[in-house]
């Protein structure tokens, strides 16, 4: 339905092809939370992989940090509708995390879990080959706290709510299990792609 | 909650059928829904709008209005004037028009529901709308839930529902209201002539009758962060301090 007297800010020089329906681009990186932002110093923090309720690994932060490094520079989109592009990341591939522990594909599903007590669902296709990581610097610098520092999760092709802010673990799980905002109306998967914003899209 | 918003949460077009200037800045648009939907107070819906050409622009809003049998809710947006979508609200929007819109939406910033814990509101600029539903919800539905509203706005002419306030100020039971002005000089007593700080949460949250149960804190991300250190430094626990913050 056209809405009567819209023409929108088209301007013509954007690239379309790398903003999904309904996104608008921003050169600012807003901060959307539900909640208080944790404060979580390097040295308290640890990351911890999971198969079901069975702990596999875990790491300190400077053993984590030993973990082979990947960059990325990668186009993000948020469900509240803003997209940002070029957004540089570097961290740990989560391929680089299972190796290190052992694993190649434990089970087909993962729950991120995250200081604060939140929690976001992804499949394990859209996490290994190369897919995600746990970033822990954005731009050359220390991941800031607003933006989940010291690491959060990264999966740059989903929904920016997949990538959870101040992560300290992954659990691979059987079932694909809702995480925090999918409990509450937000879509399994969330391929921006798709507009999978909500339970049914 | 998750299947009450997968069932309701299509798109569908409603009639703007009254627009109402709140402040310099902010308007109210009364929108009159084609299906209703039950909402809690707290929640937003998702706008859209379409270009002739099929380009797509799409924003949330949060409901200022409290659920009720009405099919008309009320959305008041603040003109940015670097936006795309607001500025097309308050140029060219008019009464009979149609938008798209979805909703309710919004799972976890949710006025809490039976309980007689005083809550405790902070929120600054249009930041006050999910705030004012719940305000409105607390009055309308006659819960002997004490509230505590802590709203910051750069003047007394940019206070959105200001008047509305002042009289659920002196005609709401347990409501106490205090405005905190930015770039001018408050007049009340009650109210502050600052920025948010720790201190005024303080002030605010002591004029409950007890200690708050959970916090709602809608701004943009610097003064959330300065409200929630604010609201944890009085004892609440993280996971009672629900937060909106500004997205782009």
Redesign the interface.
């Known amino acids: 339905m056209v809405t009567r007297g819209f023409t929108g800010r088209q301007s013509g020089s954007e690239p379309s092809d790398r903003i999904p329906p309904g996104q608008h681009l921003v050169d600012n990186f807003p901060v959307l939370t539900a909640g208080p932002t944790p404060r979580i110093e390097p040295v308290d923090w640890t990351f911890t992989l999971k198969v079901g309720p069975r702990p596999v690994k875990a790491w300190n932060w400077s053993e984590f940090n030993a973990l082979p490094r990947t960059k990325m520079t990668r186009d993000i989109h948020c469900v509240t509708s803003w997209s940002k592009l070029n957004t540089a990341w570097e961290g740990v591939a989560v391929d680089d995390i299972l190796a290190d522990a052992g694993l190649s594909a434990p089970t087909p599903f993962a729950l991120a879990h995250c200081y604060d007590g939140y929690s976001t669902n992804v499949p394990l296709a859209d996490l290994a080959t190369g897919k995600a990581m746990v970033a822990l610097k954005y731009e050359g610098q220390p991941l800031p706290r607003d933006h989940g520092g010291p690491a959060r999760l990264l999966v740059p092709h989903l929904y920016f709510w997949k990538s959870a802010k101040w992560v300290n673990g992954l659990q691979f799980t059987e079932r694909d299990e809702a995480g925090f905002w999918e409990l509450r109306g937000y879509h399994m998967y969330g391929d921006p792609w798709n507009e999978q914003r909500y339970t049914n899209d | 909650?998750?299947e009450a918003?997968?069932a309701t949460?299509r798109w569908q077009?409603c009639a703007i059928v009254e627009i109402a200037t709140r402040t310099p800045a902010i308007k109210s648009f009364f929108l009159r829904l084609s299906e209703t939907f039950d909402y809690t107070a707290g929640q937003h819906v998702?706008v859209?709008?379409?270009?002739?050409?099929g380009?797509?622009?799409?924003?949330?809003y949060s409901i200022a209005s409290a659920p009720s049998d009405s099919k008309v809710i009320e959305l008041a947006i603040e003109r940015l004037p670097d936006g795309?979508v607001s500025p097309?609200f308050h140029d060219?929007?008019r009464v009979g028009?149609?938008?798209?819109l979805?909703g309710p939406?919004?799972?976890?910033?949710l006025w809490p529901g039976p309980s007689n814990k005083p809550v405790l509101l902070i929120g600054a600029g249009s930041g006050v709308v999910p705030l004012m539903a719940m305000i409105r919800y607390r009055k309308a539905s006659g819960e002997p839930v004490p509230v505590a509203l802590s709203l910051s706005s750069q003047t007394w002419g940019d206070v959105l529902f200001r008047d509305e306030l002042l009289e659920l100020e002196s005609s709401l039971p347990d409501f106490a209201l205090a405005l905190a002005l930015t770039r001018e000089p408050a007049t009340r007593r009650t109210d502050f002539s600052r920025r948010i700080d720790a201190g005024m949460v303080a002030d605010v949250a002591a004029r409950l009758p007890g200690s708050p149960g959970c916090a709602f804190v809608c701004g943009s991300?610097a003064f959330v962060?300065i409200a929630?250190?604010a609201?944890?430094a009085l004892g609440l626990e993280?996971?009672a301090?629900?937060?909106e913050?500004?997205?782009?």
């Open positions: 909650m998750t918003i997968a949460a077009s998702d859209r709008l379409t270009a002739p050409n380009y797509v622009a799409m924003r949330s795309e097309f060219v929007a028009d149609t938008i798209e979805r939406l919004g799972g976890h910033f991300n962060d929630v250190d609201a944890l993280a996971g301090i629900k937060t913050r500004y997205g782009a």
